[in-house]
């Protein structure tokens, strides 16, 4: 049985960080990619960061590139997106998210991911 549980959201100023945490079960540890994605409400759900499980490359939305980065532990028992930088725009519910083992192509696009974890909100204010 798959598990994703997402930790680490929270109240924030613009400029300050965050460090959100996916909790991953066993059965995603042959995902092709691990993602974070977020939606903000009357927004659709948006890719933010991905990692290859296989050799640890990232990917990155054009709006967090710089600020955002992700990762996961040796194990491969936690994703990590460590946020810097945040800004208002920043604001929404982060989701945790794991695709089939099969090779994708997209590491941002939502339709790659099988399984998702219940979000946890992260909110900048100005």
């Known amino acids: 049985q798959v598990k994703l549980v997402e930790s680490g959201g929270g109240s924030v100023q613009a400029g300050g960080s965050l460090r959100l945490s996916c909790a991953a079960s066993r059965s995603t540890y042959s995902s092709y990619y691990m993602g974070w994605f977020r939606q903000a409400p009357g927004k659709e759900r948006e890719g933010v960061a991905a990692i290859y499980r296989g050799g640890g490359n990232t990917y990155y939305a054009d709006s967090v590139k710089g600020r955002f980065t992700i990762s996961q532990d040796n194990a491969k028992t936690t994703v990590y997106l460590e946020m810097n930088s945040l800004k208002a725009e920043d604001t929404a519910m982060y989701y945790c998210?794991?695709?089939?083992?099969?090779?994708?192509?997209?590491?941002?696009?939502?339709?790659?991911?099988?399984?998702w974890g219940q979000g946890t909100q992260v909110t900048v204010s100005s």
């Open positions: 998210a794991a695709s089939g083992w099969q090779r994708r192509t997209t590491p941002l696009g939502r339709n790659e991911y099988v399984y």
